[in-house]
């Protein structure tokens, strides 16, 4: 069994618009999260303020920029797009899965 990453992008247009909207989404999220049972290895830190680092120095990140992430164990990645496909994120943007790989 593999584990996988769950990368949040959020729509800045779509995020709740008040802290009732806001509860009514995590009621949903953690809704989605028990139904995961198992499978669910960490189920989400947000992110906060970021910069981009390279070897010229440091800048504000792109819009696009990841805005939390869960972990997830599946047999398969095709097993791992389907648990993604019910998560209740997608009210507000786009998830990006990828394979964590084990390095030796």
Known sequence: MSEFVLI?????????????EGAKHMAKFQEWIAGVG????????PF???????????????PNRPSGFSVIKADSF?????????????????IEVAEMKQME
Request: a negative charge; proline letters at 13%.
């Open 38 to 45: 198992d499978a669910m290895v960490n189920p989400g830190t």
């Open 8 to 20: 949040y992008y959020n729509d800045p247009e779509k995020m709740p618009s008040s802290p009732e």
């Open 78 to 94: 095709d097993a791992a797009l389907e648990i993604t496909q019910g998560c209740p994120y997608f009210d507000f943007g786009t």
């Open 48 to 62: 906060g303020p970021s910069k981009m680092v390279t070897s010229s120095g440091v800048s504000d990140p792109g």
